[in-house]
C-alpha cells in the first residue's frame, strides 16, 4: 500500500509560514489635542490642553506620554 503525503505536507508549511501571527505593536500615528485654540481673558487663569495619542487604527494608547514644551516657563508648564 502506497501512501501520499506530499498535499499534506505543502499545506501545513504553508499555514506555518503565514504572516498574522505576529504581535499588534501600536505604533503612534496621531495626536488629537482637546482644544485648537486656547484664549485668556487676564492674567492668572489657567486652562487644561488634554492630548490623546493613538495608533494606526485609530485607537487611543492608554499611558501615552505627552510632553508640552514652551520656551517661557512663565507662559506653559505641564
Not at 29 to 50: D, E, Q, Y
Amino acid at each position: 500500500m502506497r501512501h501520499c503525503y506530499g498535499p499534506l505536507l505543502v499545506v501545513s508549511l504553508a499555514f506555518c509560514a503565514c504572516k498574522g501571527t505576529e504581535p499588534f505593536v501600536a505604533t503612534p500615528t496621531t495626536i488629537n489635542v482637546s482644544a485648537s485654540s486656547v484664549i485668556f481673558t487676564s492674567l492668572g487663569v489657567t486652562r487644561s490642553i488634554h492630548a490623546t495619542v493613538l495608533d494606526q487604527k485609530g485607537d487611543s494608547i492608554p499611558g501615552a506620554k505627552v510632553t508640552w514644551q514652551s520656551l517661557a516657563s512663565t507662559v506653559a508648564e505641564m
